[in-house]
């Protein structure tokens, strides 16, 4: 059985997860109302993941007898900026999650709650992946900058995630 600070720990998880997919959602929305439909594809299969990690949370403490509670998520914003300024936030809200999962980590050792540690080194894995992710995607267009060549060059590759 799962205590029941981590049981809130794990509901507010499962409410950054889902809210990052609603960021990402948007943020595709928003690249394909620009005619960027790779990036729109690559941060639509993002919304998805992010959708998965929910219900890998959900999943876990239902597992260990913790009862789920689905918060409210907040509206993302509607207007991104370029694509630099876009995969900019992606980053960032990534390195956000990073934390959050840290600190959920540290809580669940604290309480040594050895299941849950184990199951959180899949989240860390994953993290250190979209980090990277994010990261190259900014750094190539940074090189890019803003031009149009290397903008729809990019986006088609993209487009193959
Ligand atoms: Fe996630
Ligand atoms: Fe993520």
Not at 21 to 36: G, V
Not at 46 to 64: I, N, P, S, V
Request: charge should be negative; glycine fraction near 4%.
């Amino acid at each position: 059985m799962i205590s029941d600070n981590l049981t809130k720990k794990v509901n507010e998880q499962i409410k950054e997860e889902l809210e990052s997919a609603y960021l990402y959602l948007a943020m595709s929305a928003y690249c394909e109302s620009k005619n960027f439909s790779g990036f729109a594809h690559w941060l639509k299969e993002q919304a998805k993941e992010e959708q998965g990690h929910a219900l890998k949370l959900y999943g876990h403490l239902l597992e260990r007898g913790g009862l789920v509670e689905l918060k409210a998520i907040s509206a993302p914003p509607k207007e991104f900026g370029s694509p630099r300024e876009l995969f900019e936030q992606v980053l960032v809200h990534e390195q956000k999650i990073t934390a959050l999962i840290r600190t959920l980590y540290e809580v669940a050792k604290e309480e040594k709650d050895y299941p849950l540690e184990m199951f959180l080194q899949w989240f860390i894995n994953e993290q250190v992946e979209e980090e990277a992710s994010a990261t190259k995607i900014v750094e190539t267009l940074k090189m890019i900058d803003n031009k149009a060549q290397g903008l729809i060059m990019l986006d088609r590759e993209l487009a193959r995630r």
